[in-house]
């Protein structure tokens, strides 16, 4: 039996100026309005990352499958779950997020298209 990864995880590797430590963040901790402190005393802002794409290989290097599509589907069904929560029907509300994921790659924009 030959499996194949049922998610994935991506850690960014940002170094910080002042010491050159680097520090690993995941996509989501990107996002932090914050940042991180540094070992060395600096605060770090990290540039937010919205949307990511793996295409993972075989050794032949045939593309055996794109990983965004997973993202797509956290994608909308979080939006699918924002838009039930302000009113709209599920099969509603999954029209919009499909329409809007194809516009756009993050939740704010999609939900913001969805309401203009």
């Known amino acids: 039996m030959t499996l194949t990864p049922s998610k994935y995880e991506v850690q960014l590797v940002y170094e910080c100026p002042s010491c050159s430590i680097e520090h690993y963040a995941t996509v989501d901790e990107t996002r932090f309005p914050g940042g991180v402190l540094c070992y060395c005393g600096k605060k770090i802002k990290f540039k937010a990352i919205y949307g990511t794409k793996i295409t993972l290989k075989t050794k032949e290097g045939e ?19 924002a838009l039930c929560n302000t009113g709209y029907k599920k099969s509603e509300a999954k029209k919009k997020a499909i329409e809007a994921i194809n516009i756009y790659d993050n939740v704010e924009d ?3 298209y969805c309401f203009k």
């Open 63 to 81: 593309k055996k499958e794109n990983v965004k599509k997973e993202v797509d589907n956290r994608l909308l069904e979080d939006i699918i779950s």
């Open 110 to 112: 999609c939900i913001n």
